[in-house]
């Protein structure tokens, strides 16, 4: 089986997004463990959270990729 650019963008993207949240939730429970479970259970605290510390702005840019990858990718699979 032959991968082309959109699944392996798809895919990609969507790894990379998962793995920025789950840095920012990682950071968050360091922080505070409440914080953690908000960041893991309620949908968007994680922007909430990222936006108020520094290495969470960075892992945003990171997230942003990553969702971008997955945009491209599913309009290359389509």
Do not use: D, E
Not at 39 to 44: A, E, M, T
Not at 53 to 64: D, E, F
């Amino acid at each position: 089986m032959s991968l082309t650019l959109g699944p392996v963008l798809l895919l990609s993207g969507l790894a990379i997004a998962f793995a920025a949240q789950a840095g920012i939730a990682l950071h968050a429970f360091t922080g505070n463990p409440g914080k953690g479970l908000l960041c893991l259970f309620v949908p968007l605290y994680v922007y909430v959270y990222a936006r108020r510390h520094k290495v969470g702005v960075w892992l945003m840019r990171i997230w942003y990729l990553g969702i971008a990858m997955f945009i491209v990718g599913a309009t290359l699979a389509s």
